[in-house]
């Protein structure tokens, strides 16, 4: 059988390079979907927070759980290509590509309400969850999901929102680290 011109168009191929700015721009596009997703549960197939009873009536509560649904997305994309870089591209173009979207979503949070003078203060629980997240994921995925549910929802003894934090933990780091691990990080 040959293949035409037209079937090899319909094949999805990945990018076999990406610069710093393509990897920033993707990673927060996956960010905010992995977020929406989960908070509304489109796409269906883990555990969304509200059937887990993590979203609160009270605004304040619920906001609070949706900036720390949303720092634990970033730090699972972040995981993910670190995982996928690390050995593979020199540290400064990780750095720059992860940089580049934090930069992207904190932009975004701003162009959608966020005052821009709670940056710093978001900014700065994001680099202490992410240290507590990095060495929590270092012992095994339960410890990890015990310190992102203990961050939602003020504790951790909700076993059934501990398995969906680590389901979307590995439903997001894994397949983007195999995603990235064919893709060379190149100078702009």
Same mark, same amino acid.
């Given at each position: ?74 730090? #699972?994309?972040? =995981? ?8 593979? %591209?020199?540290? +400064?173009? @990780? $750095? ?50 015990? #310190?992102?549910? =203990? ?8 076993? %059934?929102?501990? +398995?969906? @934090? $680590? ?22």
């Amino acid at each position: 059988m040959q293949t035409t011109l037209i079937d090899d168009t319909r094949e999805f191929r990945p990018p076999q390079t990406m610069t710093p700015a393509e990897l920033a721009d993707s990673l927060a596009r996956l960010v905010w979907e992995s977020f929406s997703d989960f908070l509304s549960n489109e796409d269906g197939v883990e555990t969304p927070l509200p059937d887990v009873d993590a979203l609160y009536d009270d605004e304040a509560a619920s906001s609070r759980t949706a900036e720390e649904t949303l720092i634990f997305f970033m730090w #699972a994309h972040t =995981r993910g290509a670190q995982l996928a870089f690390m050995g593979r %591209a020199p540290d +400064e173009l @990780i $750095r720059s590509g992860l940089d580049a979207m934090h930069q992207a979503v904190f932009e975004d949070m701003v162009q959608n309400g966020t005052p821009s003078e709670q940056l710093p203060k978001f900014e700065e629980r994001v680099s202490m969850r992410y240290a507590e997240y990095h060495q929590a994921a270092e012992a095994s995925d339960d410890h990890l999901g015990r #310190a992102v549910v =203990r961050h939602l929802v003020g504790d951790s003894k909700r076993p %059934a929102l501990v +398995e969906a @934090i $680590r389901e979307r933990a590995v439903a997001v780091a894994n397949p983007l680290r195999d995603f990235l691990e064919d893709v060379d990080l190149v100078v702009n």
